[in-house]
């Protein structure tokens, strides 16, 4: 198999996986599992091994809105307060970053970056896309977020806006850049089809045997149970639960090492969510790359998100 740290770099937090919005290139709509938020305690349990371990990057948000949680800033407090050392990073939709959570957000420096979802240059591509969303709502917030930000002096938390490239606002990228100006980036991602739960948009078939997400990245649910990865919404192929053990224990249990071996040998019979997933679907010739990528990315960044546009600009020719 391929090697991994001994701590997983990227740590997912599942606070909810409740969402306002139901966009079209999403699998939480129709996601089966119970719809919950995370328990403090459990919370503070996952933190406070990642402080412990000096986890890289905590990110509290997965499957669902995390800004519906309520008193979601004492979740972003404790991270401060028992993981003081770790990037902590914010996924959001926007319609709930509302001027007085901003405030609080800003103030107490809780955030090191943010990602703003908005899959659409213009207001009728926006809520076309990301249905129950209103385009201006998330727009002011997000601006004022921004603004207050400038305000304050403040260089962080820095703030990314993030689209999805479909057939649908595929014609709207240039627009995008253009009205979200004020953002320190505007990023552009390759649809997915969320390990075959949605339309897979016309992508030519292939399949490697490396995905750095087993091996870099940690998915806790809402509920304390750990999903393969990110694209296993439903938890098809749990590989522990961190209620019952720690996420060490989990990260290096035999339960992920077999999905990790399965991977690497490209069993895709018995992993029918990688058969069926996007993520891995790359050219052989990608393999050594994606295999050093979050090592280079770590002493080259800019050489390497240089690389990534690039290679990204090619899949969604």
Same mark, same amino acid.
């Given at each position: 198999?391929?090697?991994? &740290?001994?701590?997983?770099?990227?740590?997912y937090v599942e606070l909810?996986?409740?969402?306002?919005?139901?966009?079209?290139?999403?699998?939480?709509?129709? %996601?089966?599992?119970?719809?919950?938020? %995370?328990? %403090?305690?459990?919370?503070?349990?996952?933190?406070?091994?990642?402080?412990?371990?000096?986890?890289?990057?905590?990110?509290?948000?997965?499957?669902?809105?995390?800004?519906?949680?309520?008193?979601?800033?004492?979740y972003f407090r404790y991270?401060?307060?028992?993981? &003081? =050392?770790?990037?902590?990073?914010?996924?959001?939709?926007?319609?709930?970053?509302?001027?007085?959570?901003?405030?609080?957000?800003?103030?107490?420096?809780?955030?090191?970056?943010?990602?703003?979802?908005?899959?659409?240059?213009?207001?009728?591509?926006?809520?076309?896309?990301?249905?129950?969303?209103?385009?201006?709502?998330?727009?002011?917030?997000?601006?004022?977020?921004?603004?207050?930000?400038?305000?304050?002096?403040?260089?962080?938390?820095? @703030?990314?806006?993030?689209?999805?490239?479909?057939?649908?606002?595929?014609?709207?990228?240039?627009?995008?850049?253009?009205?979200?100006?004020?953002?320190?980036?505007?990023?552009?991602?390759?649809?997915?089809?969320?390990?075959?739960?949605?339309?897979?948009?016309?992508?030519?078939?292939?399949?490697?045997?490396?995905?750095?997400?087993?091996?870099?990245?940690?998915?806790?649910?809402?509920?304390g149970r750990v999903a %393969?990865?990110?694209?296993?919404?439903?938890?098809?192929?749990?590989?522990?639960?961190?209620?019952?053990?720690?996420?060490?224990?989990?990260?290096?249990?035999?339960?992920?090492? =077999?999905?990790?071996?399965?991977?690497?040998?490209?069993?895709?019979?018995?992993?029918?969510?990688?058969?069926?997933?996007?993520?891995?679907?790359?050219?052989?010739?990608?393999? &050594?790359? @994606?295999?050093?990528?979050?090592?280079?990315?770590?002493?080259?960044? =800019?050489?390497?998100?240089?690389?990534?546009?690039?290679?990204?600009?090619?899949?969604?020719?």
């Amino acid at each position: 198999m391929y090697r991994y &740290p001994d701590f997983p770099d990227h740590v997912y937090v599942e606070l909810t996986n409740v969402c306002n919005a139901r966009c079209t290139i999403c699998a939480t709509p129709t %996601m089966q599992r119970k719809r919950q938020i %995370m328990p %403090m305690p459990l919370f503070r349990k996952i933190v406070d091994e990642c402080g412990r371990r000096k986890a890289k990057k905590i990110l509290p948000f997965l499957h669902g809105e995390s800004l519906l949680v309520p008193g979601v800033v004492d979740y972003f407090r404790y991270v401060r307060r028992a993981a &003081p =050392q770790t990037h902590v990073n914010l996924t959001t939709n926007g319609s709930k970053l509302s001027a007085e959570l901003a405030e609080t957000f800003l103030q107490e420096d809780l955030l090191d970056s943010v990602i703003v979802s908005i899959d659409g240059g213009n207001k009728e591509t926006f809520e076309r896309i990301r249905l129950g969303l209103n385009y201006d709502q998330v727009r002011n917030n997000v601006l004022h977020f921004i603004r207050r930000r400038k305000q304050l002096g403040k260089s962080k938390p820095r @703030v990314s806006i993030a689209m999805v490239t479909v057939k649908e606002n595929k014609r709207t990228g240039e627009k995008l850049k253009e009205v979200w100006k004020e953002a320190d980036e505007v990023r552009f991602s390759v649809y997915f089809n969320w390990a075959g739960k949605l339309e897979n948009n016309g992508r030519t078939r292939h399949k490697i045997n490396f995905c750095e997400r087993l091996n870099h990245y940690i998915t806790i649910l809402a509920d304390g149970r750990v999903a %393969m990865c990110c694209f296993d919404s439903e938890a098809e192929y749990c590989v522990g639960d961190v209620t019952h053990n720690s996420i060490y224990e989990v990260w290096h249990s035999k339960a992920f090492d =077999q999905k990790r071996s399965w991977l690497y040998e490209r069993n895709f019979d018995q992993l029918k969510l990688c058969a069926n997933c996007d993520y891995i679907n790359h050219p052989a010739w990608t393999t &050594p790359l @994606v295999r050093i990528r979050p090592y280079v990315r770590e002493t080259f960044p =800019q050489l390497t998100t240089a690389a990534e546009n690039l290679y990204k600009q090619w899949l969604m020719r």
